[in-house]
């Protein structure tokens, strides 16, 4: 192995362990080993900004473009609740919310789709009396599978369709990789259906009040003992004890009251860092435990998830209030973190925490905005709601272009984004602030790293290593060991890299054992989206963990007979198409 190749593989390998440790943020990590791929010598000067330039790169920001709309148009919303309308069961209603969030998720990103389906599930669960933790898994499952049907349904298979224009001068059809991806759509959401129900019946059948509150899983809240509080001389573990709560700290005159629970008595003015579920915490105003802020009259509750490229991940409590100026009030937080310290200020944020804000619903949206908050209301009070079924018709006349193969697909989505901005449809200015800059770096940098494991020769090693190791180089071994490779990646990294990395590995595979280099490509692109083991490798599993109330161990639980399905499914599909 000469010295390019050396350093290319050290390179991504040292990649692959900073994104696996999610210490820094994977734009950070994918710009670090984009310099040092220049630095070394293995991505020439000319193609450093290569990636930025690239169709896949431009077509991911026509389509986060285009999400911004299509959020307005309602018309998700309103197929979900119209066909909602008409089931009465649970499984009815898993199998409406998992097949609606697949076919969103075949024409856009699968955040995007999250975003656009996640206030429905949640609505439609309190509507019909299930407990969101039954249905939310199934639903980012359902997400992931959409996006294995066409080259927008998700970053990586852009990345795969672009090394292939790269080596070949033509691409893949819009819908060519929906050969495999629908049964596999169709066979996972039938087993979701089946299945989530009695995985999770732990959760229970009662969702609340269709008008109450998002989440009932535990929270952490502070409260302040009035002076009239019926509990005030009290110790702290006759109030749990009465309250069915958990008070974590009593702080008093700014300083921490330490000693055994049965000797600390409670004061009027006291803050309480107390845990317990939505109602329980509640409750506590009958006690006289009352929250720090009282809501105005133009002020309301609005509940939001860290998103994991949210800059507030690893900050505390108060660093979120004193960015928004103190006009945001944190009022709950349902946290992943286990070991519960100090103030409720001082407590840090991580991803998939739930937090319940309160202020005015403009200083709210605007603070989720800058921080990086998905916010599970589905409306945004004071925005103009599009014509509806406008967004979407434009929408779909870019994909049948595409589809058709009349224009390439980022010459399609380009010509609905400058329609959308004729008609006054489409704010570029507030769009272009709220893009996930975060996918398109990550991509930008990643696609000439992944042209140089082919360049430098590293893939023809690499493809020999996995090669040599195979019993036979039969299409199905060769299809089943890129399918693998790609399963074992995901869940620590992310999809692009996935994507990126295997392409010419596969190409390279290709060559060496005579199988088509279709079918392994497809391989590649529907391997990277087969992330239903851990609730770390994709955004949406985290996300969901947190508002879900789900253990780690719950998502290889439902993750890995529908993992199993996929590779045999994929495996089975690629090998005819061999």
Not at 116 to 124: D, G, I, Q, R
Not at 172 to 192: D, I, R, S, T
Not at 319 to 339: F, M, W
């Amino acid at each position: 192995m000469g010295f390019e190749q050396a350093a290319i593989v050290v390179i991504l390998c040292g990649m692959l362990l900073a994104f696996a440790c999610e210490r820094w943020r994977v734009e950070t990590v994918a710009l670090v080993g984009l310099a040092l791929g220049l630095i070394s010598g293995v991505v020439p000067i000319g193609s450093v900004f290569q990636g930025f330039s690239s169709p896949a790169v431009i077509t991911v920001v026509e389509i986060l473009l285009v999400v911004s709309v299509l959020t307005r148009s309602r018309v998700i919303d309103d197929f979900a609740r119209r066909l909602a309308a008409s089931v009465s069961s649970e499984s009815a209603l898993l199998a409406v919310l998992c097949l609606s969030a697949a076919t969103v998720s075949v024409f856009m990103n699968n955040i995007g789709a999250l975003a656009l389906m996640f206030p429905v599930a949640l609505s439609l669960s309190h509507r019909l009396g299930v407990a969101p933790g039954r249905i939310l898994m199934a639903l980012s499952f359902s997400t992931l599978l959409g996006g294995m049907c066409s080259l927008t349904g998700t970053p990586a298979n852009l990345a795969v369709n672009q090394w292939l224009m790269t080596q070949t001068g033509s691409g893949m059809g819009y819908f060519e990789l929906a050969k495999v991806g629908l049964p596999l759509v169709l066979a996972g959401v039938l087993w979701l259906v089946l299945a989530s129900p009695r995985l999770f019946a732990r959760f229970g059948n009662d969702a609340g009040p269709a008008d109450g509150p998002g989440l009932q899983q535990v929270q952490l809240a502070p409260r302040i003992v009035a002076s009239a509080s019926v509990v005030a001389g009290e110790s702290i573990l006759a109030i749990e004890q009465r309250a069915g709560i958990v008070i974590h700290d009593v702080l008093r005159d700014g300083k921490h009251v330490f000693a055994r629970r049965e000797a600390i008595r409670v004061q009027a003015g006291d803050n309480l860092l107390v845990e317990g579920s939505h109602d329980e915490i509640e409750a506590l105003e009958e006690l006289g435990l009352n929250r720090a802020k009282v809501l105005d009259a133009d002020e309301m509750m609005i509940e939001g998830v860290v998103m994991p490229e949210s800059l507030i991940v690893g900050s505390r409590v108060e660093d979120l209030v004193a960015l928004s100026g103190d006009a945001v009030a944190v009022d709950g937080l349902v946290s992943r973190r286990g070991r519960v310290e100090g103030r409720f200020e001082d407590l840090q944020f991580s991803t998939g925490d739930v937090v319940s804000l309160s202020g005015r619903s403009e200083d709210i949206r605007t603070l989720a905005h800058d921080v990086g908050f998905l916010l599970l209301s589905p409306r945004r009070p004071g925005e103009p709601p599009l014509r509806r079924g406008f967004g979407v018709g434009l929408f779909t006349a870019g994909v049948l272009a595409s589809a058709l193969g009349l224009v390439p697909v980022e010459i399609a989505f380009g010509g609905v984004i400058l329609a959308l901005l004729l008609v006054g449809a489409l704010d570029l200015r507030r769009a272009l602030t709220e893009i996930n800059w975060r996918i398109v770096i990550l991509l930008a940098c990643m696609i000439p790293l992944g042209i140089a494991v082919e360049t430098t020769g590293a893939a023809r090693i690499l493809a020999g290593i996995l090669v040599s190791g195979l019993p036979s180089e039969q299409p199905a071994f060769i299809i089943a060991t890129v399918l693998l490779c790609g399963v074992a990646m995901t869940p620590f990294i992310d999809n692009v890299s996935t994507a990126v990395i295997l392409s010419p590995i596969a190409g390279e595979l290709s060559v060496r054992t005579g199988t088509p280099l279709e079918p392994l490509l497809i391989a590649v692109a529907i391997s990277a989206s087969i992330d239903f083991l851990t609730p770390i490798g994709h955004h949406n599993n985290a996300i969901v963990m947190g508002v879900g109330g789900y253990r780690f161990g719950e998502f290889a639980r439902l993750g890995a007979p529908l993992t199993a399905i996929c590779l045999v499914l994929a495996v089975v599909i690629l090998t005819l198409m061999a």
